[in-house]
């Protein structure tokens, strides 16, 4: 069965509130040969997207968006607890998100991707103030701070963030990477907004991690993935 269809027939479930059959269609997923991180990246994550993009074309109802949020969240933690972790890379994150039941669902599974990669991971969601924030990077000193799926409405507290961030240089090897949400949508924004990298997907942001231009810690310019930089990042994830 293709894939494009599984993810048809997961959302179809999600939508309607049916668990047997979100469960099901997984599970012929699995039958499949695909591995805990195959159906986060292949399955969950398409499925995410489309129940965003619906969503905000006022295509799916509040009471089937909270229903398709809420089951593929428990189908992702399930999963979740399947992923093979990598050796620990002796690399930190610090991951927030937008402020959506959806944009708390994709940066969880950024974060579960990124831990499963072999980085340590704190992700502490989304409403958070950006002074808040600020503060846990500036005591945290990670190596990576990454907001992801963000909406436009959080574009300026992360403008406050970055600018912040740049200004007082109390974190200079911090790398900052955004992805998903309004920077999928607004081609330029990341860079116009100063950040160190942009994926668009969570395997994106995991392979852009990965990349050796950043375990030197220079300064660079935005980085996203191209062909060249996917096989160097394929070659140091695998």
Same mark, same amino acid.
């Given at each position: @069965?293709?894939?494009?269809?599984? /993810?048809?027939?997961?959302?179809?479930?999600?939508?309607?509130?049916?668990?047997?059959?979100?469960?099901?269609?997984?599970?012929?997923?699995?039958?499949?040969?695909?591995?805990?991180?195959?159906?986060?990246?292949?399955?969950?994550?398409?499925?995410?997207?489309?129940?965003?993009?619906?969503?905000?074309?006022?295509?799916?109802?509040?009471?089937?968006? #909270? @229903?398709?949020?809420?089951?593929?969240? @428990?189908?992702?933690?399930? @999963?979740?607890?399947?992923?093979?972790?990598?050796?620990?890379?002796?690399?930190?994150?610090?991951?927030?998100?937008?402020?959506?039941?959806?944009?708390?669902?994709?940066?969880?599974?950024?974060?579960?991707?990124?831990?499963?990669?072999?980085?340590? /991971?704190?992700?502490?969601?989304?409403?958070?103030?950006?002074?808040?924030?600020? #503060?846990?990077?500036?005591?945290?000193?990670?190596?990576?701070?990454?907001?992801?799926?963000?909406?436009?409405?959080?574009?300026?507290?992360?403008?406050?963030? /970055?600018?912040?961030?740049?200004?007082?240089?109390?974190?200079?090897?911090?790398?900052?990477?955004?992805?998903?949400?309004?920077? #999928?949508?607004?081609?330029?924004?990341?860079?116009?907004?100063?950040?160190?990298?942009?994926?668009?997907?969570?395997?994106?942001?995991?392979?852009?991690?990965?990349?050796?231009?950043?375990?030197?810690?220079?300064?660079?310019?935005?980085?996203?993935?191209?062909?060249?930089?996917?096989?160097?990042?394929?070659?140091?994830?695998?």
């Amino acid at each position: @069965m293709s894939q494009q269809l599984l /993810v048809e027939r997961l959302f179809e479930s999600l939508s309607s509130g049916d668990r047997a059959q979100s469960r099901k269609v997984v599970g012929e997923a699995i039958q499949q040969g695909a591995n805990a991180q195959r159906i986060l990246i292949d399955l969950f994550w398409p499925t995410h997207e489309m129940i965003e993009k619906l969503f905000r074309q006022d295509q799916l109802t509040v009471v089937s968006y #909270n @229903m398709s949020t809420r089951l593929l969240r @428990m189908l992702v933690d399930q @999963m979740a607890s399947q992923l093979t972790m990598q050796p620990a890379l002796g690399k930190t994150v610090f991951a927030c998100c937008g402020n959506t039941e959806g944009e708390e669902l994709a940066g969880q599974m950024a974060s579960d991707l990124l831990e499963a990669a072999g980085y340590e /991971v704190c992700y502490a969601g989304g409403k958070l103030p950006a002074d808040e924030i600020l #503060n846990q990077v500036q005591e945290r000193r990670p190596d990576f701070l990454v907001l992801f799926a963000s909406s436009a409405a959080d574009l300026p507290g992360i403008r406050t963030i /970055v600018d912040s961030l740049r200004e007082i240089n109390a974190t200079p090897t911090t790398k900052i990477a955004v992805g998903g949400g309004v920077f #999928n949508r607004a081609e330029g924004l990341a860079e116009e907004i100063g950040i160190d990298l942009c994926g668009k997907t969570p395997l994106e942001l995991v392979e852009l991690l990965a990349l050796p231009e950043f375990e030197v810690r220079a300064a660079v310019p935005l980085a996203t993935i191209t062909p060249a930089t996917k096989k160097r990042a394929a070659r140091k994830v695998a």
